[in-house]
């Protein structure tokens, strides 16, 4: 594995459980009842269909340290969800780490719309944009259009560092066809790009055997894995993405940080300025930061829930707390059959974490 300095709250053995940053700070976790009591559910419209969204929902959670989000995608499970809600606690009881730098850099992210539609998606962002990350493999989508959308991005943007990201949508053969034509227009690296750990190990390897001038990052492989290192023990990625809520939280992220030993980029999970500063939270506390964070999400959605949104500006973001708009809240507050559900979610979710603080 390769080595970095690890940030502070690492661990010597294993991966921390969810909860840790409680667990750090010697606290139980905060009343379940005090938690529901400051509920807010918006439903925001997105700009362009995102990972097959198109409406935008979170509930977000006020506490003593200021607010915290939960928005674990519809799908995904109770187990699943709870680590978002872990990291939704923590932003609004815990303070921030200490930062080491007060803006980082970002990338601005490119979904996997028609070659023709770059210009104008690329158009939202305010200012220079300098580095990219192309979704790419979306389901009933071809290579050609994946190749279509990369030389439109380059062509927009010819000094800009591009990157791919195939949220596992690519089988290993077909994975390496198309980093053989898509490295053509100057990738810096492939995020996730097939499915397992034993596919990324062995496309890397079958990369590195050709020369392609790309690396292989992971990021399902980490936030979705009951094991986060197992892709450092396999030698299957050269850098890691990582995300605030996926990862339960700040101080867990960090301490996944400093065991895998790679380099990491800090990424979101589409949330709202709420989200997005407590990422900018984990990006300000890395010891290095050599690729720009994905945390320009915000530019995907109609609105937000405060007019001072968490976006770049020529790509740069500056580390701050956010305080949504109560106007805003209530305008883009959900219906109450959704406001429930939501509740019931995090009720559920916080049950699954009581268990894990307890043992």
Request: net charge negative; with cysteine; proline share 8%.
């Amino acid at each position: 594995m390769h080595n970095e300095s690890s940030p502070a709250g690492s661990i010597p053995n294993g991966v921390p459980p969810l909860g840790y940053g409680f667990r750090l700070a010697g606290l139980p976790l905060p009343p379940l009842e005090e938690v529901l009591e400051q509920l807010a559910v918006v439903d925001i419209p997105m700009n362009v269909t995102f990972r097959g969204v198109n409406h935008r929902q979170s509930a977000l959670i006020r506490g003593p340290r200021g607010w915290g989000e939960f928005a674990p995608f519809l799908e995904y499970g109770d187990e699943e969800a709870a680590a978002w809600l872990a990291c939704a606690l923590e932003a609004a009881w815990l303070p921030t780490p200490e930062p080491v730098r007060e803006s980082i850099p970002l990338n601005a992210t490119l979904p996997a719309v028609p070659a023709e539609r770059v210009p104008e998606v690329l158009a939202r962002y305010d200012g220079t944009i300098r580095e990219l990350k192309i979704k790419v493999a979306e389901k009933g989508q071809s290579l050609a259009d994946d190749v279509a959308r990369v030389a439109a991005a380059r062509e927009a943007l010819p000094e800009a560092r591009l990157k791919i990201d195939a949220n596992m949508g690519y089988t290993l053969s077909g994975a390496l066809e198309a980093l053989r034509k898509l490295c053509e227009y100057g990738l810096i690296y492939a995020e996730q790009p097939v499915a397992t750990i034993e596919d990324m190990a062995t496309l890397r390897y079958a990369v590195a055997k050709e020369g392609l001038p790309v690396r292989i990052a992971a990021d399902e492989s980490i936030r979705k894995a009951e094991d986060p290192l197992r892709v450092a023990r396999a030698n299957a990625a050269d850098l890691i993405i990582i995300k605030a809520a996926p990862l339960g939280g700040v101080r867990r992220a960090l301490a996944i940080v400093g065991q895998a030993q790679l380099p990491a980029v800090v990424s979101s999970a589409l949330e709202t300025s709420v989200g997005i500063a407590t990422g900018a939270a984990l990006a300000a506390s890395l010891p290095t930061l050599k690729y720009g964070c994905g945390l320009g999400t915000v530019s995907l959605m109609a609105e937000d829930v405060t007019e001072d949104s968490m976006i770049a500006h020529d790509g740069i973001m500056r580390v701050r707390a956010v305080e949504p708009d109560p106007q805003r809240l209530e305008r883009l507050a959900a219906d109450e059959p959704t406001r429930r559900w939501w509740a019931e979610r995090v009720s559920r979710c916080y049950r699954v974490l009581e268990c894990i603080h307890r043992s």
